[in-house]
């Protein structure tokens, strides 16, 4: 979850837009974000319609958005609300995003294990570690310096490659954890970290390249 400052908001044609202190960085298009504490008109859950450079005019007759270039306005998020205009003031509260990564599916890393069709109870494993994949490989390359990448496109085969690995790796460690002591003087299977090549793939074994 991310939160962010609100210092600006302003209502045209309605459409909200509220301007952040910072960037808004992983935010897309699409994404449901959480306005609180600005007022009753702006507060709400809410899916994002743009995140302008420029500030914003209106809508034109084919529900395309208008803009004054002669105006940039840095950090701005723009969003459907029925209301009356309300000229840009300053404005207080924050808006919330909860990041979801979906490079990948279940269905990929099943195909890559080779284990054909799953159980119900493989199926839903398998669906948690399709996410856990996806949050983890994002946020590794974003500690990487991987910066503005999309949570819904992946960068490219080899980062995807390397987070349906890392998925089957997940799988396969079910029931393998050695964090316990065994029972009966039985033997647990190995756990293992990150493998070279999975770092390879995801490039996060060096820094990124501009």
Do not use: H
């Amino acid at each position: 979850m991310a939160v962010y400052s609100v210092k600006q908001k302003y209502l045209t044609d309605n459409y909200a837009v509220v301007v952040l202190v910072t960037n808004a960085d992983p935010l897309e298009v699409g994404q449901s974000v959480t306005i609180a504490g600005v007022d009753a008109t702006f507060n709400g859950t809410y899916t994002v319609a743009a995140l302008p450079e420029y500030y914003f005019i209106g809508v034109d007759e084919e529900g395309f958005f208008l803009y004054d270039i002669e105006r940039p306005i840095a950090n701005q998020v723009l969003y459907a609300k029925t209301a009356d205009n309300v000229n840009i003031v300053a404005a207080s509260g924050t808006l919330t995003t909860t990041p979801v990564c979906t490079w990948i599916t279940a269905t990929q890393i099943e195909d890559w294990l080779g284990i054909g069709t799953a159980t119900a109870a493989d199926t839903a494993f398998l669906t948690q570690c399709a996410a856990a994949s996806n949050n983890f490989c994002y946020s590794r390359r974003r500690e990487a310096g991987y910066k503005n990448e999309s949570l819904t496109t992946v960068p490219n085969e080899a980062v995807k490659l390397g987070s349906i690995m890392y998925g089957g790796a997940l799988y396969r460690q079910r029931g393998g954890v050695q964090d316990f002591a065994s029972f009966d003087g039985l033997g647990t299977g190995n756990s293992f970290g990150l493998s070279p090549m999975i770092k390879q793939l995801l490039g996060v074994d060096r820094p990124a390249v501009a």
